[in-house]
DNA sequence: CTGAAGACTGCAATCAGTTGCAGTAAACAA
DNA sequence: TTGTTTACTGCAACTGATTGCAGTCTTCAG
């Protein structure tokens, strides 16, 4: 039915080695053999047939990506930059998502190794032990993750926290709450690390949370409750939830309680009060990642965050 | 390296036949070899190679999605379902954007068709007769736009336009602006006829628009001049957009001008103030394409849309 | 007791490329 | 003129699974 080496092979008088070799390993042809031989595989239409060629040389052209949600805004940037990087060396992506599910996450892993050269896992949620067993059979990219011998990207997440404190101690806040993310995420754990070492700063920390604005509205009650001024939230969603439900509880934002997230995601740029973020730079960990699997170096790669001030932050009230 | 067919069935005694069969037909081998065989591929781990299967077959269990913009929260929610309801059936999903380019949409689908038994296309901006063109090597689903002859999933985003028109006029607005969408987009015209078909009601037509923040920021001024009190933008990131772009200059949304989006995304529904919007069910959109495409049914296929009223639109000032 | 049907199972060709090895011809050196 | 190198090109085995066909063994009817 469809064209394939043989039929471009015959029309244009080699073998099919050749007409393969065209393809594969053009200077090992004919310069003259080669024009002939591209020539018919255009008229034909001729595309190589990619399960036949991994078949035989086991390389699949295929990186998987698999996330926590694909619906996160945060994740939906770093997959784009992540397709157009492999889309650049012609490769394919495979998407998938593990609803935060550690088992679903492995399956997935499963699923994908034998069709793939390489999985990007961003912020996965198995333990240390499991991922190195897996890595074993399929190699890997880690993103906001680090385990020794793993190739990694990771954001200076910590940094940012400290530089998020910093500004809201700087603004006069004392007591702030920290609303951390998923148990699993590592992220979450540099960020409560980070926090814990701030000398002069009281933090209360609440969590584990799903990291969504459900999450923030169902948090936002201990929040109020904590008796705190600011909030440093894991990513933008929770941070807006936080807002959604402290409004709705009659606390203002920034008047009565800042609140900072982190991600710098579109919906955290456009929503009101326009949110003061700890910005991460996901476009780029998505190509890193990709770029790293492809050339399958590994490293670990540390990329910088930095804090945007927006709207969503104030002095304490009586600070005046 | 990694352990095929043929190590199964030495280990288990059997011809590599059967073991073939204990996977892709089971009713044909005694149940007593069959569990013997299961529980040794068991233990050697063994995964079958789907490039092997695949070039036998001819099917790969792979299905391409491609959409105009990845990072847009609209197809996110898209692709997440899609993603849900292939991983159902153990098909695998990859995904691609065009970045509202039609020739790099044409290279995606080629690229895609050697791997893939059906492509999801959404919003696609190539012309009918390139469509047609392509469906004859690949099979499609197109997702918002209509094609006699081959299987869509459409959402009816022309009543959605007319309720959202009826919305406004109820409110008393009677001269608005329709903010259209990118050149090549089936919706966009669509919700261009349907408004033009509604009497007594005055409006002009704004665009086209990249479907972007930045696109509706930039619509804005043409909105301000075109004295209009109610606005129907092509989506909800466009209509933040305007409603940016009017408050920076100084024009107060919605108490000089009402605002309606299309999309009912998350990032439109936690804005303030917050969008009234036509609600496109996406997630049932991607997950019906999915569907159709494994069970290669071809139909065409409506799906519901309705209003949300939110805030973003009121009365018209002197109307008290 | 014979024949036929049914239930498995094995054999081997096949899918569409890739690649080590060998063969050929021309170019070049001695 | 002969030997050697270089540059292609062809041959055929190989990748891992699928599947039509044929063979074996029971089972059961007549």
Tied chains: 1, 2.
Aim: hydrophobic share 45%.
């Amino acid at each position: 039915m469809s064209v394939t080496i043989r039929d471009v092979a015959h029309a244009s008088g080699v073998h099919v080695s050749t007409v393969s070799r065209t393809f594969s390993a053009p200077h090992l042809v004919n310069a003259e053999t080669r024009t002939r031989v591209l020539a018919v595989a255009e008229e034909l239409d001729y595309r190589p047939n990619r399960a036949a060629r991994s078949l035989k040389t086991g390389r699949t052209n295929n990186i998987g990506l698999i996330v926590p949600d694909l619906a996160n805004p945060f994740f939906s940037s770093l997959i784009k930059a992540a397709q157009a990087a492999a889309r650049r060396q012609d490769y394919h992506l495979f998407v998938a998502d593990t609803d935060e599910n550690p088992s679903e996450e492995e399956e997935l892993i499963l699923a994908f190794s034998k069709q793939v050269d390489g999985i990007v896992l961003c912020g996965p949620r198995l333990s240390n032990k499991a991922l190195e067993k897996l890595s074993e059979s399929v190699s890997f990219v880690l993103v906001n993750r680090l385990i020794r011998g793993l190739t990694t990207v990771v954001m200076d997440v910590a940094h940012g926290a400290r530089v998020a404190m910093e500004h809201l101690a700087g603004l006069g806040h004392r007591r702030v709450a920290l609303v951390t993310g998923p148990a699993g995420s590592w992220t979450s754990g540099e960020i409560r690390r980070a926090v814990a070492e701030i000398p002069g700063l009281d933090a209360v920390v609440i969590g584990p949370n799903p990291p969504t604005e459900e999450g923030g509205i169902a948090a936002a009650a201990r929040v109020a409750e904590a008796g705190v001024t600011g909030v440093l939230a894991y990513n933008d969603l929770l941070a807006i939830g936080i807002i959604e439900g402290l409004e709705a509880l009659g606390v203002d934002v920034p008047g009565d309680v800042s609140v900072i997230g982190f991600d710098d995601s579109a919906t955290g740029r456009l929503y009101r009060p326009k949110l003061t973020t700890v910005a991460m730079p996901a476009g780029a960990a998505g190509r890193m990642a990709v770029d790293l699997l492809i050339q399958s170096m590994s490293a670990a790669t540390v990329l910088e965050t930095h804090l945007v001030v927006r709207d969503s932050t104030a002095p304490p009230k009586g600070t005046a």
